[in-house]
């Protein structure tokens, strides 16, 4: 008999998370995870943390790579996956590796979104994901006294809180697109915007975004529905994109996500998915929604898991927590922090 | 032109079928990729196939060198034996069991140089060993030096003014020798070297087949495919293979006709 | 600022270019300040089948020995490379060609096998040479540029040696070689902005020392030229060719001869023959070629004509590993051939003492009238180091040659039975010296006799003059602190620059441990290393053969214990086993 | 080489075709993309148009508004190498820098016959074409004041402008069509009437009747249907559509209606999709563009109720869940009971879809009775485009009226006009590079900046390739036309091919599998030396760079040109001798 190979996309908190659940629950089978990373687990939701002093490295990297191997994870940094072939059941790294798996959990979290328009002036925008988004933040940072913050996410406010830490001037344009693919009402709209200015923060709601002008090294010149300011760096956030092109011509069904049941269960059989790229939906809630947030990210793992492993285990929606805006709920924990 | 799929899968069959492959080992030659070897490897496997000799029934003795490799591409009995010194363990072997079809192998360096004394004196015994001497004028397995076949000029790393010696002429020195059999043929042309075989094989003593072959990755002047394709033409159709003087009078003068040169009656 | 030591694998199939791409890295690292010691090691197939691997390792101080861990590997062909991971140190660095020909199974991929902490740096080699150049074959090239882009390295010290090995080559090759560099430069900076692996060059010496880069092969063939070498005789062979190759190239300049021979025989007859006739002249061979010319070698010895032998060893016995280091014919050059046939034996342990002692030992040949065996192995001969120059050339040459006194002219004795055991020597072609050289037993004046007193007088006097040589031949140094020593470590050859590597080590952590350079295997200087041993408790001999040959040879001098430690995997020896054995050993003695 | 040609019929030859040349087999008209591209990249614009022009009649128009099925095929489209090529565009550049004007077709000698075609769509004037060719006289009738059907009215200017639509039209007119706009058939000129004039009328009226939702609020102020909208708008009238517009459908029109919208000042403009984007067959540049000026999508919502008293308030939406692919390409979906929401808007353009206009006989209404013979419940009368089909794509309806036009004139001159062939011709290596491989897709040009996209209708989005892209463009074409064999009998099996390969396209074989109709399926590898009875390339691989033939030391592979042709009426082969110059 063949043995299982369970492979997890991904070694964010899910990722992970899902990694060491199902080497607990089947601890024969082989477990693997290929991550595109060249580091172990990162919490981003540490990072602006992290660039403001506040937080170490070693608390933003949570798993020593020692455990993996410890466990019994094969743990594959720095690799890509490229397309997954359910039929097969097999996975393609990008330098063109084929393996296959009996379970697989798709956990690769997004990447940060850019609305199309802003495209154009994307090497103006600085995003904080991953590890090695900190580089450029900590090599502009110090020469920068004003920013100006595009979007309104969770990590926005999050950065916010370290810039404003840092003694920063802080520009804040609060876009409807934020919570891609939501919006915000203007009840909501408000109730931010008196938050942010209440903490000093010039927050311009509402203008439209005319161009972007590059003034000298980092400086910018943001021309704003006929006002203009200069900045010495712009932070894009517009929430996160779930990063499963590489899904594209797998035949599992995508939306904006892996579109998965309350147990996490993609259409195809072995096939879950968990963490920020799963978009469930919920029989409780009657819609679809996404986790946002460490916390959630790793519940969702660990659930992912048991189901793979041949549990049955659903999802828990926390009503009080779901946000809800023009019909698409996103469940998440932070929101009160702020 | 396109061949109808139907046919290729037919072809692919038959020649399954026909087991005329099923001489070769199981792992790939380890030479070079296009190198003229495998020419001869077809040529020599075509022979076999077509004598119906039974596998077992077979020695292949080989010297050092890239051609030394062929003791393990063909499923035969095969001694890979030291530099040069293919034709006296050739000798043991068919003398201790003349049933045995026994084929020598070796290069031009193997044979030509440190191995050189020893051609005179089988031709002298005239034993039935089957020699084939792949002659591509350079030493490849220790990366490009001359052979003592490489023309006057010949530049490698060691002769880098070009080397001052003159070639031998194998298919000569076989003939001045005495050999009783000795064939002249082209490694791009398997056809003929199958067709030299099968009468050198049944010849009774010892036949010697100069082959002229290639070392693409080291030789780019001299035997390359390209000059070899351009020259390589058959001998004359009136030409008398009994008639030792005559024979090695076109040899003289033809540097590159193929076919069977010499069949002492 | 801690210094730089990183070792750099280049790995790939025979054809790939990998011995190249390690070429242009050291001489690209060597002309940004770094010492260096690289080593390569190819496959006897040309191309069927078979591993290259280049590995140098750089860095500021002087470099002894090779490293025990990888931490940057270039695979240039996974299914060779991922035989090297076991090489890998932490967190190395792997750069490999994401874009294989097709796609492959789970396991076949380097990707599929590296550790989690190593950094992997996928980098479409060949598809970045095809772009930039039209052809696969600037792969390796790519793969330079990758890495240099990665390594944040000035790109001006490639660009000088890429420039310096393909101009000859014409604008076409030069410019496809610089082409694909620059493409993987690009691709690196493109890709992965952040340079993850920054080395810095050394500070510019005070005193600008002029560096080359060097093989042991070709210092000996540069030591050989400095000779004044005449002619060359040779037969290819694996690891020696090379010698042959560089000389060919630059002998004739010199007015001097490259002829290869038919065979080893033939070769060590040719230089017999020269200098019998008064011109110095060298072969160069492996194990099997000196087993053929053992015959010769006696003639030699028999016949009191000098010769020039450069052994450059490799696995054995027989054929043996053509392409693995060992140090396994030291017993086949010191008592090898028929008959009590002493010659000398010297083994050079580093690049620059390959020049030394090569041109040393035309003299000692001349002199002594004796073949001499120049003992290497394919670790010291394929090893490259950035010398300083001032160590590898204007040696003077000393003419070696004894000529008879003009009274002698006319009643003339060729082997004259002197207190030296020397006897003058004459050159065929001045008159009134005319003698018969023989490989049979002869007299004093060369004639056949196979008397008793004549066999015992003429055996004393081979051996008298030999051991004579000692004074001449370089004898054995010491690294060490003064006073008893609770552990000496006494190596040879290629393994020297291990050993003291890892003795330097050893007496950092505060141990009592000296170590011994023998260079001279025969005749040895038997007071010296009695001496040296003396103040030990114990002695270790590290060598790469399977019976410990230099023990067998000098371990009766030593009244203790003497621990041989040998290993027969066809690589050379690391610092870190030596130290492991040196640690073991003084931890038992305090247990 | 021999210069012989050889026309095949063999099944296994179009097996091979569909497997080898897998963008000509994609084309509904089969046009030979490889041998325009090649053309074009030759410089020849004008027989590069002349080889599109041949098969699908439109070049200039289809390289603009394509649903290019062949792009989907394109071999440089799999996975490890990339982008497909930019055909669709290739050939838009094709007709844009073709300066010498088409030469003129010359259609057979009159042979008596007169067939009335309804509709001057794409099917209709496709049809209308070569059924002119072969010498039939053709009077086309058009309801609306000018020819092009929903190429004119479905499609907005600033995709495609007129000057182009109307000269390809025209090419197609100077035929010695008749064509008789602002006839409605069943208005003032019946079926029956038409039959008393001609041998036989084909009925190429298109879709003109939009779905509806069947749904309460349908009829309130504010929602359209997108069929009407895109007419009203290509017409030059201007809908009202308030702030806040809300798209449901998911196709080129859905995306026109959206994009339309917000040239007419609505601010916010969402496409609901019932699936997901992923779902979605529009090109990967329209979606692009599209969000570009602006536009949103929402995914996996249903359209249940418009709300609202006089005019549209808000949409009530039901959440959908998809489900498996069904064979016709498209997910299942199902809604999902309970999850209603309502969302705010000013109007509702409905692009769901179209289904045909029905025309009627004397006896009720005309209904399609055989689709693959295009024949309808009324002798003499004959269906095709969108009418037969329901709503396809323009490429598909022009190859549709192709396929009635030959029936059509095959029963009225008992002649077969149209054979296809598989044309096979030894050629030689071609001067591709294998660096060419590498040259990235280049991107269509587009206008920068909404502001400058939404100044006018007439402002074309896409700008067009420069002769330089396009060429650049047409170097990434792996010719796969060209088929590369080794002869198994010369073959020395010496790997030097293998060795020079650029990917894993040549093999060591065992056995060849075949189709039942002998075309190659397969190719079994083995590595074990003595199981290795013959190297074949394996064409489905090759992206015929040429190198094996370069190196093979017994010159034993051979390069075939293999096309799938037609055969079509004599006045083709000017065109085709062209071609081949």
């Given at each position: 008999m063949r043995e299982d190979h369970f492979i997890v996309i991904g070694n964010g908190p899910a990722g992970s998370q899902a990694a060491f659940t199902l080497k607990e629950k089947a601890p024969e089978a082989r477990v693997t995870i290929v991550t595109k990373e060249r580091e172990g687990c990162c919490h981003s939701h540490l990072l602006p943390g992290f660039l403001a002093g506040s937080i170490s490295e070693k608390k933003v990297f949570?798993?020593?790579?020692?455990?993996?191997?410890?466990?019994?994870?094969?743990?594959?940094?720095?690799?890509?996956?490229?397309?997954v072939n359910p039929q097969r059941k097999e996975i393609l790294l990008e330098h063109k590796e084929t393996i296959s798996y009996s379970g697989l959990i798709i956990a690769v979290g997004g990447r940060p979104y850019i609305p199309e328009p802003l495209l154009a002036y994307r090497e103006h925008l600085c995003t904080l994901k991953t590890f090695q988004d900190t580089g450029t933040w900590r090599q502009l940072l110090p020469a920068a006294d004003s920013i100006l913050i595009m979007g309104g996410d969770l990590t926005s406010l999050a950065v916010t809180k370290s810039l404003l830490a840092l003694k920063k001037k802080i520009y804040f344009m609060l876009t409807g697109e934020a919570f891609w693919p939501l919006r915000f009402d203007k009840a909501l709209q408000e109730e931010v915007s008196g938050k942010l200015t209440k903490r000093g923060v010039t927050v311009l709601a509402g203008n439209k975004l005319v161009g972007i002008e590059p003034v000298r090294s980092g400086s910018c010149r943001v021309y704003v529905d006929g006002q203009k300011i200069k900045v010495d760096m712009i932070g894009a956030f517009f929430g996160l994109v779930?990063?499963?092109?590489?899904?594209?011509?797998?035949?599992?069904?995508?939306?904006?996500?892996?579109?998965?049941?309350?147990?996490?269960?993609?259409?195809?059989?072995?096939?879950?998915?968990a963490g920020d790229c799963a978009q469930i939906y919920h029989p409780e809630i009657k819609d679809y929604w996404v986790s946002i947030g460490t916390k959630n990210a790793r519940s969702l793992g660990k659930i992912a898991a048991v189901n793979l492993a041949g549990g049955r285990k659903k999802t828990r929606v926390d009503r009080e927590r779901i946000f809800d805006i023009q019909g698409v709920k996103v469940n998440t924990s932070w929101w009160m922090e702020f | 032109m396109k061949t109808s799929g139907r046919i290729l899968a037919q072809k692919v069959q038959d020649i399954q079928t026909s087991g005329r492959l099923s001489i070769r080992s199981a792992s790939l030659p380890t030479w070079c990729p296009g190198c003229g070897y495998f020419g001869i490897h077809q040529g020599l496997n075509n022979a076999i196939q077509q004598l119906s000799l039974p596998h077992h029934s077979i020695v292949t003795v080989t010297g050092i060198g890239c051609a030394g490799r062929y003791a393990f591409f063909n499923n035969t009995y095969s001694f890979h034996v030291t530099h040069g010194r293919t034709l006296p363990v050739a000798t043991g072997v068919k003398l201790a069991n003349p049933a045995l079809t026994v084929f020598a192998i070796g290069g031009d360096g193997d044979g030509l140089a440190i191995g050189g004394g020893h051609l005179p004196h089988m031709a002298r015994r005239n034993i039935n060993v089957n020699y084939l001497l792949f002659d591509n004028s350079m030493y490849g397995l220790t990366k490009g030096q001359p052979s003592p076949s490489s023309p006057v000029g010949t530049k490698t790393k060691v002769s880098p003014a070009g080397t001052f010696e003159m070639p031998l002429n194998a298919s000569l020195l076989g003939l001045s020798y005495g050999t009783t059999f000795a064939a002249r043929l082209f490694a791009g042309d398997p056809e003929s070297i199958t067709q030299a075989l099968i009468e050198g094989i049944r010849h009774e003593g010892f036949s010697f087949f100069h082959i002229y072959t290639t070392c693409l990755t080291f030789d780019k002047e001299n035997k390359t495919w390209e000059h070899l394709k351009e020259r390589v033409h058959p001998l004359p159709q009136k030409y008398d293979c009994s008639n030792l003087s005559k024979a090695m009078a076109h040899i003289l003068e033809d540097d590159f006709s193929t076919g069977v040169i010499y069949k002492k009656s | 600022m801690p210094g730089v030591d990183l070792t750099i694998e280049i790995c790939g199939m025979s054809g790939d270019g990998t011995i190249a791409a390690g070429t242009l890295l050291n001489e690209a690292l060597s002309g940004a300040g770094f010492s260096i010691i690289g080593f390569d090691s190819y496959p006897a197939e040309i191309r069927g089948f078979g591993r290259c691997v280049t590995r140098s390792r750089f860095g500021t101080s002087r470099m002894l020995a090779l490293s025990d861990h990888t931490h940057v590997l270039i695979s240039l062909d996974d299914q060779q490379a991922i035989s090297r991971i076991s090489m890998l140190g932490k967190n190395a660095k792997v750069l490999f060609d994401n874009k294989p020909a097709g796609t492959v199974q789970e396991g076949m991929s380097i990707a599929a096998h590296t550790a989690p902490d190593a950094d992997l740096y996928g980098m479409p080699f060949t598809d970045l040479a095809s772009e930039a150049a039209g052809t696969t074959r600037g792969k390796n090239l790519a793969a330079l540029g990758c890495f240099t882009g990665l390594a944040g390295i000035d790109p001006r010290f490639f660009y000088t040696v890429i420039e310096k090995k393909f101009r000859a080559k014409g604008e076409t090759v030069l410019n496809a070689n610089l082409n694909s560099f620059n493409a993987g430069l690009t691709y690196a900076h493109t890709h992965f902005e952040d340079a993850p692996l920054v080395i810095t060059a050394p500070a510019p010496e005070k005193k600008k020392v002029q560096r080359i880069m060097l093989s042991g092969n070709a210092a000996i063939a540069r030591g050989a030229l400095d000779a004044g070498l005449a002619l060359y005789f040779g037969y290819p062979i694996t690891p020696a060719t090379p010698i042959m190759e560089y000389l060919a190239k630059t002998l004739p300049q010199k007015g001097g001869k490259v002829v290869q021979m038919e065979d080893e025989i033939s070769s060590i007859g040719a230089v017999l023959g020269s200098f019998y006739a008064g011109k110095r002249a060298m072969t160069a061979t492996s194990g099997p070629g000196l087993a053929l010319m053992a015959e010769m070698i006696s003639l030699g010895v028999m016949s009191e004509t000098p010769a020039v032998i450069v052994d450059a060893q490799r696995g054995g016995p027989s054929t043996g590993l053509p392409t693995k280091t060992e140090q396994s014919d030291l017993h086949a050059a010191v008592f090898g051939g028929p008959g009590d046939s002493p010659r000398i034996v010297i083994a050079p342990t580093d690049v620059a003492e390959c020049y030394q002692f090569t041109l040393k030992s035309f003299e000692l040949a001349e002199k002594y009238q004796t073949p001499v065996i120049v003992l290497t192995d394919f670790f010291l001969d394929n090893r490259v180091e950035n010398v300083a120059a001032a160590?590898?050339?204007?040696?003077?040459?000393?003419?070696g040659n004894i000529y008879p006194p003009k009274k002698e002219q006319g009643r003339y004795q060729r082997y004259l039975v002197t207190p030296s055991g020397i006897s003058p020597r004459a050159l065929p072609g001045s008159e009134g010296y005319i003698y018969p050289a023989t490989g049979l037993e002869h007299t004093e004046a060369g004639l056949p006799d196979y008397s008793e007193p004549v066999h015992m007088q003429m055996n004393a006097k081979r051996h008298t003059k030999i051991r004579q040589a000692l004074a001449d031949l370089p004898p054995p140094k010491e690294f060490s602190q003064k006073g008893p020593l609770d552990l000496g470590v006494i190596a040879w050859g290629s393994s020297f620059g291990a050993a003291l590597e890892a003795v330097l080590k050893a007496r950092k952590k505060g141990l009592a441990v000296g170590a011994l350079k023998v260079i001279s295997l025969f005749p040895y200087h038997e007071e010296q290393i009695r001496q040296f041993?003396?103040?030990?408790?114990?002695?270790?001999?590290?060598?790469?053969?399977?019976?410990?040959?230099?023990?067998?040879?000098?371990?009766?001098?030593?009244?203790?214990?003497?621990?041989?430690?040998?290993?027969?995997?066809g690589t050379p020896l690391l610092p870190s086993e030596i130290l492991l054995k040196i640690q073991e050993l003084l931890q038992k003695d305090n247990t | 080489m021999s210069n012989k040609i050889i026309y095949s019929k063999q099944q296994e030859d179009f097996d091979y075709i569909a497997v080898n040349i897998p963008c000509q087999h994609a084309c509904p008209v089969n046009t030979n993309i490889p041998a325009y591209i090649r053309a074009l990249f030759e410089s020849h614009h004008s027989s590069s148009y002349a080889i599109n022009a041949m098969a699908n009649i439109f070049p200039g128009v289809l390289g603009r508004i394509c649903s290019r099925p062949c792009e989907d095929m394109c071999r440089h489209g799999e996975k490890e190498l990339g982008n497909p090529v930019n055909i669709c565009h290739i050939k838009r550049a094709a007709a844009d820098l073709n300066k010498t004007p088409a030469e003129p077709l010359k259609p057979l000698p009159p042979c008596g016959k007169k067939v009335a075609v309804i509709g001057a769509g794409p099917a209709g004037l496709?049809?209308?074409?070569?059924?002119?060719?072969?010498?039939?006289?053709?009077?086309?009738?058009?309801?609306?004041?000018?020819?092009?059907?929903?190429?004119?009215?479905?499609?907005?200017?600033?995709?495609?402008?007129?000057?182009?639509?109307?000269?390809?039209?025209?090419?197609?007119?100077?035929?010695?069509?008749?064509?008789?706009?602002?006839?409605?058939?069943?208005?003032?000129?019946?079926?029956t009437s038409l039959l008393e004039n001609h041998d036989c009328v084909l009925v190429a009226a298109g879709c003109y009747t939009a779905n509806q939702l069947n749904t309460d609020g349908e009829d309130l102020k504010g929602v359209f249907s997108g069929l009407d909208f895109m007419i009203d708008v290509c017409s030059g009238r201007k809908p009202a559509v308030g702030k806040r517009v809300l798209v449901a459908g998911a196709g080129f029109t859905a995306f026109d209606c959206a994009r339309s919208a917000l040239r007419l000042g609505a601010e916010e403009v969402t496409i609901c999709l019932r699936r997901t984007e992923e779902d979605l067959t529009v090109t990967a540049d329209e979606i692009f563009q599209t969000k570009l000026e602006g536009v949103k999508f929402n995914a996996l919502m249903l359209s249940r109720r418009i709300l609202g008293t006089q005019k549209v308030e808000a949409v009530e939406f039901v959440r959908t869940r998809s489900g498996v692919l069904r064979p016709d390409g498209k997910r299942e979906i199902s809604e999902i009971k309970g999850s209603e929401f309502v969302l705010p808007a000013d109007s509702l353009i409905v692009a769901t879809g179209q289904t045909p206009l029905e025309l009627t006989t004397g006896d009720g209404k005309l209904a399609v009775t055989d689709t693959a013979s295009f024949t309808t419940s009324m002798s003499g009368v004959y269906a095709t485009g969108d009418y037969l089909s329901g709503p396809s794509t323009v490429i598909e309806a022009i190859s549709m009226g192709r396929k009635a036009a030959e029936v059509i004139a095959r029963r009225l001159t008992g002649k077969k006009y149209r054979k296809k062939v598989v044309r096979m011709q030894e050629t030689q290596v071609t001067d591709r590079l294998r660096a060419w491989d590498f040259v990235p897709r280049q991107a269509m040009p587009a206008i920068q900046g909404t502001t400058a996209r939404l100044k006018?209708?007439?402002?074309?989005?896409?700008?067009?390739?420069?002769?330089?892209?396009?060429?650049?463009?047409?170097?990434?074409?792996?010719?796969c036309y060209l088929h590369y064999e080794i002869d198994i009998d010369r073959c020395i099996y010496c790997r030097y091919c293998i060795d020079v390969a650029p990917r894993d396209c040549i093999k060591l074989v065992d056995r060849i599998e075949t189709n039942e109709h002998g075309a190659v399926t397969g190719l079994h590898e083995t590595s074990v030396w003595k199981d290795v009875n013959a190297v074949v390339i394996d064409n489905a691989r090759c992206i015929r760079c040429g190198e094996c033939l370069r190196v093979c030391p017994v010159d034993c592979i051979s390069v075939t040109r293999v096309e799938l042709m037609e055969q079509g009426p004599p006045s083709d082969s000017s065109i085709a001798e062209h071609k081949n110059a």
């Amino acid at each position: 008999m063949r043995e299982d190979h369970f492979i997890v996309i991904g070694n964010g908190p899910a990722g992970s998370q899902a990694a060491f659940t199902l080497k607990e629950k089947a601890p024969e089978a082989r477990v693997t995870i290929v991550t595109k990373e060249r580091e172990g687990c990162c919490h981003s939701h540490l990072l602006p943390g992290f660039l403001a002093g506040s937080i170490s490295e070693k608390k933003v990297f949570a798993i020593s790579l020692d455990h993996y191997t410890k466990s019994g994870i094969k743990l594959r940094t720095g690799q890509s996956v490229v397309d997954v072939n359910p039929q097969r059941k097999e996975i393609l790294l990008e330098h063109k590796e084929t393996i296959s798996y009996s379970g697989l959990i798709i956990a690769v979290g997004g990447r940060p979104y850019i609305p199309e328009p802003l495209l154009a002036y994307r090497e103006h925008l600085c995003t904080l994901k991953t590890f090695q988004d900190t580089g450029t933040w900590r090599q502009l940072l110090p020469a920068a006294d004003s920013i100006l913050i595009m979007g309104g996410d969770l990590t926005s406010l999050a950065v916010t809180k370290s810039l404003l830490a840092l003694k920063k001037k802080i520009y804040f344009m609060l876009t409807g697109e934020a919570f891609w693919p939501l919006r915000f009402d203007k009840a909501l709209q408000e109730e931010v915007s008196g938050k942010l200015t209440k903490r000093g923060v010039t927050v311009l709601a509402g203008n439209k975004l005319v161009g972007i002008e590059p003034v000298r090294s980092g400086s910018c010149r943001v021309y704003v529905d006929g006002q203009k300011i200069k900045v010495d760096m712009i932070g894009a956030f517009f929430g996160l994109v779930p990063d499963i092109g590489f899904l594209r011509r797998s035949g599992l069904q995508l939306d904006r996500g892996v579109l998965v049941d309350e147990y996490l269960c993609s259409s195809h059989e072995g096939i879950c998915a968990a963490g920020d790229c799963a978009q469930i939906y919920h029989p409780e809630i009657k819609d679809y929604w996404v986790s946002i947030g460490t916390k959630n990210a790793r519940s969702l793992g660990k659930i992912a898991a048991v189901n793979l492993a041949g549990g049955r285990k659903k999802t828990r929606v926390d009503r009080e927590r779901i946000f809800d805006i023009q019909g698409v709920k996103v469940n998440t924990s932070w929101w009160m922090e702020f | 032109m396109k061949t109808s799929g139907r046919i290729l899968a037919q072809k692919v069959q038959d020649i399954q079928t026909s087991g005329r492959l099923s001489i070769r080992s199981a792992s790939l030659p380890t030479w070079c990729p296009g190198c003229g070897y495998f020419g001869i490897h077809q040529g020599l496997n075509n022979a076999i196939q077509q004598l119906s000799l039974p596998h077992h029934s077979i020695v292949t003795v080989t010297g050092i060198g890239c051609a030394g490799r062929y003791a393990f591409f063909n499923n035969t009995y095969s001694f890979h034996v030291t530099h040069g010194r293919t034709l006296p363990v050739a000798t043991g072997v068919k003398l201790a069991n003349p049933a045995l079809t026994v084929f020598a192998i070796g290069g031009d360096g193997d044979g030509l140089a440190i191995g050189g004394g020893h051609l005179p004196h089988m031709a002298r015994r005239n034993i039935n060993v089957n020699y084939l001497l792949f002659d591509n004028s350079m030493y490849g397995l220790t990366k490009g030096q001359p052979s003592p076949s490489s023309p006057v000029g010949t530049k490698t790393k060691v002769s880098p003014a070009g080397t001052f010696e003159m070639p031998l002429n194998a298919s000569l020195l076989g003939l001045s020798y005495g050999t009783t059999f000795a064939a002249r043929l082209f490694a791009g042309d398997p056809e003929s070297i199958t067709q030299a075989l099968i009468e050198g094989i049944r010849h009774e003593g010892f036949s010697f087949f100069h082959i002229y072959t290639t070392c693409l990755t080291f030789d780019k002047e001299n035997k390359t495919w390209e000059h070899l394709k351009e020259r390589v033409h058959p001998l004359p159709q009136k030409y008398d293979c009994s008639n030792l003087s005559k024979a090695m009078a076109h040899i003289l003068e033809d540097d590159f006709s193929t076919g069977v040169i010499y069949k002492k009656s | 600022m801690p210094g730089v030591d990183l070792t750099i694998e280049i790995c790939g199939m025979s054809g790939d270019g990998t011995i190249a791409a390690g070429t242009l890295l050291n001489e690209a690292l060597s002309g940004a300040g770094f010492s260096i010691i690289g080593f390569d090691s190819y496959p006897a197939e040309i191309r069927g089948f078979g591993r290259c691997v280049t590995r140098s390792r750089f860095g500021t101080s002087r470099m002894l020995a090779l490293s025990d861990h990888t931490h940057v590997l270039i695979s240039l062909d996974d299914q060779q490379a991922i035989s090297r991971i076991s090489m890998l140190g932490k967190n190395a660095k792997v750069l490999f060609d994401n874009k294989p020909a097709g796609t492959v199974q789970e396991g076949m991929s380097i990707a599929a096998h590296t550790a989690p902490d190593a950094d992997l740096y996928g980098m479409p080699f060949t598809d970045l040479a095809s772009e930039a150049a039209g052809t696969t074959r600037g792969k390796n090239l790519a793969a330079l540029g990758c890495f240099t882009g990665l390594a944040g390295i000035d790109p001006r010290f490639f660009y000088t040696v890429i420039e310096k090995k393909f101009r000859a080559k014409g604008e076409t090759v030069l410019n496809a070689n610089l082409n694909s560099f620059n493409a993987g430069l690009t691709y690196a900076h493109t890709h992965f902005e952040d340079a993850p692996l920054v080395i810095t060059a050394p500070a510019p010496e005070k005193k600008k020392v002029q560096r080359i880069m060097l093989s042991g092969n070709a210092a000996i063939a540069r030591g050989a030229l400095d000779a004044g070498l005449a002619l060359y005789f040779g037969y290819p062979i694996t690891p020696a060719t090379p010698i042959m190759e560089y000389l060919a190239k630059t002998l004739p300049q010199k007015g001097g001869k490259v002829v290869q021979m038919e065979d080893e025989i033939s070769s060590i007859g040719a230089v017999l023959g020269s200098f019998y006739a008064g011109k110095r002249a060298m072969t160069a061979t492996s194990g099997p070629g000196l087993a053929l010319m053992a015959e010769m070698i006696s003639l030699g010895v028999m016949s009191e004509t000098p010769a020039v032998i450069v052994d450059a060893q490799r696995g054995g016995p027989s054929t043996g590993l053509p392409t693995k280091t060992e140090q396994s014919d030291l017993h086949a050059a010191v008592f090898g051939g028929p008959g009590d046939s002493p010659r000398i034996v010297i083994a050079p342990t580093d690049v620059a003492e390959c020049y030394q002692f090569t041109l040393k030992s035309f003299e000692l040949a001349e002199k002594y009238q004796t073949p001499v065996i120049v003992l290497t192995d394919f670790f010291l001969d394929n090893r490259v180091e950035n010398v300083a120059a001032a160590d590898i050339s204007g040696k003077k040459r000393v003419d070696g040659n004894i000529y008879p006194p003009k009274k002698e002219q006319g009643r003339y004795q060729r082997y004259l039975v002197t207190p030296s055991g020397i006897s003058p020597r004459a050159l065929p072609g001045s008159e009134g010296y005319i003698y018969p050289a023989t490989g049979l037993e002869h007299t004093e004046a060369g004639l056949p006799d196979y008397s008793e007193p004549v066999h015992m007088q003429m055996n004393a006097k081979r051996h008298t003059k030999i051991r004579q040589a000692l004074a001449d031949l370089p004898p054995p140094k010491e690294f060490s602190q003064k006073g008893p020593l609770d552990l000496g470590v006494i190596a040879w050859g290629s393994s020297f620059g291990a050993a003291l590597e890892a003795v330097l080590k050893a007496r950092k952590k505060g141990l009592a441990v000296g170590a011994l350079k023998v260079i001279s295997l025969f005749p040895y200087h038997e007071e010296q290393i009695r001496q040296f041993m003396s103040r030990c408790r114990r002695v270790l001999i590290p060598e790469l053969n399977f019976q410990g040959q230099l023990a067998n040879l000098i371990g009766h001098l030593h009244h203790g214990d003497v621990v041989r430690f040998n290993r027969t995997t066809g690589t050379p020896l690391l610092p870190s086993e030596i130290l492991l054995k040196i640690q073991e050993l003084l931890q038992k003695d305090n247990t | 080489m021999s210069n012989k040609i050889i026309y095949s019929k063999q099944q296994e030859d179009f097996d091979y075709i569909a497997v080898n040349i897998p963008c000509q087999h994609a084309c509904p008209v089969n046009t030979n993309i490889p041998a325009y591209i090649r053309a074009l990249f030759e410089s020849h614009h004008s027989s590069s148009y002349a080889i599109n022009a041949m098969a699908n009649i439109f070049p200039g128009v289809l390289g603009r508004i394509c649903s290019r099925p062949c792009e989907d095929m394109c071999r440089h489209g799999e996975k490890e190498l990339g982008n497909p090529v930019n055909i669709c565009h290739i050939k838009r550049a094709a007709a844009d820098l073709n300066k010498t004007p088409a030469e003129p077709l010359k259609p057979l000698p009159p042979c008596g016959k007169k067939v009335a075609v309804i509709g001057a769509g794409p099917a209709g004037l496709a049809a209308a074409h070569d059924l002119a060719l072969a010498g039939i006289d053709v009077t086309v009738f058009e309801s609306f004041d000018k020819p092009g059907g929903m190429l004119r009215y479905g499609i907005p200017r600033f995709r495609l402008p007129r000057t182009i639509l109307e000269k390809e039209i025209n090419r197609i007119l100077k035929l010695g069509i008749i064509l008789k706009t602002g006839v409605h058939i069943g208005d003032t000129l019946s079926l029956t009437s038409l039959l008393e004039n001609h041998d036989c009328v084909l009925v190429a009226a298109g879709c003109y009747t939009a779905n509806q939702l069947n749904t309460d609020g349908e009829d309130l102020k504010g929602v359209f249907s997108g069929l009407d909208f895109m007419i009203d708008v290509c017409s030059g009238r201007k809908p009202a559509v308030g702030k806040r517009v809300l798209v449901a459908g998911a196709g080129f029109t859905a995306f026109d209606c959206a994009r339309s919208a917000l040239r007419l000042g609505a601010e916010e403009v969402t496409i609901c999709l019932r699936r997901t984007e992923e779902d979605l067959t529009v090109t990967a540049d329209e979606i692009f563009q599209t969000k570009l000026e602006g536009v949103k999508f929402n995914a996996l919502m249903l359209s249940r109720r418009i709300l609202g008293t006089q005019k549209v308030e808000a949409v009530e939406f039901v959440r959908t869940r998809s489900g498996v692919l069904r064979p016709d390409g498209k997910r299942e979906i199902s809604e999902i009971k309970g999850s209603e929401f309502v969302l705010p808007a000013d109007s509702l353009i409905v692009a769901t879809g179209q289904t045909p206009l029905e025309l009627t006989t004397g006896d009720g209404k005309l209904a399609v009775t055989d689709t693959a013979s295009f024949t309808t419940s009324m002798s003499g009368v004959y269906a095709t485009g969108d009418y037969l089909s329901g709503p396809s794509t323009v490429i598909e309806a022009i190859s549709m009226g192709r396929k009635a036009a030959e029936v059509i004139a095959r029963r009225l001159t008992g002649k077969k006009y149209r054979k296809k062939v598989v044309r096979m011709q030894e050629t030689q290596v071609t001067d591709r590079l294998r660096a060419w491989d590498f040259v990235p897709r280049q991107a269509m040009p587009a206008i920068q900046g909404t502001t400058a996209r939404l100044k006018s209708w007439a402002v074309e989005v896409e700008t067009g390739f420069t002769a330089q892209q396009a060429a650049e463009e047409s170097k990434r074409c792996y010719l796969c036309y060209l088929h590369y064999e080794i002869d198994i009998d010369r073959c020395i099996y010496c790997r030097y091919c293998i060795d020079v390969a650029p990917r894993d396209c040549i093999k060591l074989v065992d056995r060849i599998e075949t189709n039942e109709h002998g075309a190659v399926t397969g190719l079994h590898e083995t590595s074990v030396w003595k199981d290795v009875n013959a190297v074949v390339i394996d064409n489905a691989r090759c992206i015929r760079c040429g190198e094996c033939l370069r190196v093979c030391p017994v010159d034993c592979i051979s390069v075939t040109r293999v096309e799938l042709m037609e055969q079509g009426p004599p006045s083709d082969s000017s065109i085709a001798e062209h071609k081949n110059a």
